[in-house]
T-cell receptor
Framework: EAGVAQSPRYKIIEKRQSVAFWCNPISGHATLYWYQQILGQGPKLLIQ????????DSQLPKDRFSAERLKGVDSTLKIQPAKLEDSAVYLC??????????????FGEGSRLTVL | AQKITQTQPGMFVQEKEAVTLDCTYD???????LFWYKQPSSGEMIFLIYQGSYDQQNATEGRYSLNFQKARKSANLVISASQLGDSAMYFCAMTTGANSKLTFGKGITLSVRP
């Protein structure tokens, strides 16, 4: 079974530029998550989708971050304009059971963003 | 709101020995789940073990076991017979209620010495 796919793995941009990350979850997984992991910290949830609807985006900086999950499958996370503090690894995860305590999350390898 | 606390500095263990990684949590929800994930240098988060708040017995998965002490609100991970490949960051995380959203601690670095 293929895992969660993310691209690009690495991206370097200058501040005020824009960047987009792509995620393809495990086939059949209805729930998709984007996490931000700053160096030395644990991942922080940015947004959670159930199929193509948003369940939780309370920690998404909506003035610069946007995310969509068209057709309830793959998803794109965009940052525009980027700031220095956006340097982090952006992790995508998916789960089959989005509303269960035992719904294990499967993570991709992440996209590492460096903003100069 | 839920909170996970991991305060240990970097941990070192000799190969083949056991090691305990500490985790405390806080939530007012009586229904919650506790998870441990491993993050090697490649960056991927790997699920290790799960413990539900109503589970009577401590969870075990191969060399991993979770020492669940509900009254103390602790969920320590025990790795038996450490291997060099166990060197990684380890994160404790939790969900509460019916939502599968994970809240993570800041993690612990484990280094296994040959």
């Amino acid at each position: 079974e293929a895992g969660v796919a993310q691209s690009p793995r690495y991206k370097i941009i200058e501040k005020r530029q824009s960047v987009a990350f792509w995620c393809n979850p495990i086939s059949g997984h209805a729930t998709l998550y984007w996490y931000q992991q700053i160096l030395g910290q644990g991942p922080k949830l940015l947004i959670q989708f159930q199929n193509n609807g948003v369940v939780d985006d309370s920690q998404l900086p909506k003035d610069r971050f946007s995310a969509e999950r068209l057709k309830g499958v793959d998803s794109t996370l965009k940052i525009q304009p980027a700031k220095l503090e956006d340097s982090a690894v952006y992790l995508c995860a998916s789960s089959f059971l989005g509303t269960s305590l035992t719904g294990e999350l499967f993570f991709g390898e992440g996209s590492r963003l460096t903003v100069l | 709101a839920q909170k996970i606390t991991q305060t240990q500095p970097g941990m070192f263990v000799q190969e083949k020995e056991a090691v305990t990684l500490d985790c405390t949590y806080d939530t007012s929800d009586p229904s919650y789940g506790l998870f441990w994930y491993k993050q090697p240098s490649s960056g991927e988060m790997i699920f290790l073990i799960y413990q539900g708040s109503y589970d009577q017995q401590n969870a075990t998965e191969g060399r991993y076991s979770l020492n669940f002490q509900k009254a103390r609100k602790s969920a320590n991970l025990v790795i038996s017979a450490s291997q060099l490949g166990d060197s990684a960051m380890y994160f404790c995380a939790m969900t509460t209620g019916a939502n599968s959203k994970l809240t993570f601690g800041k993690g612990i670095t484990l280094s296994v010495r040959p």
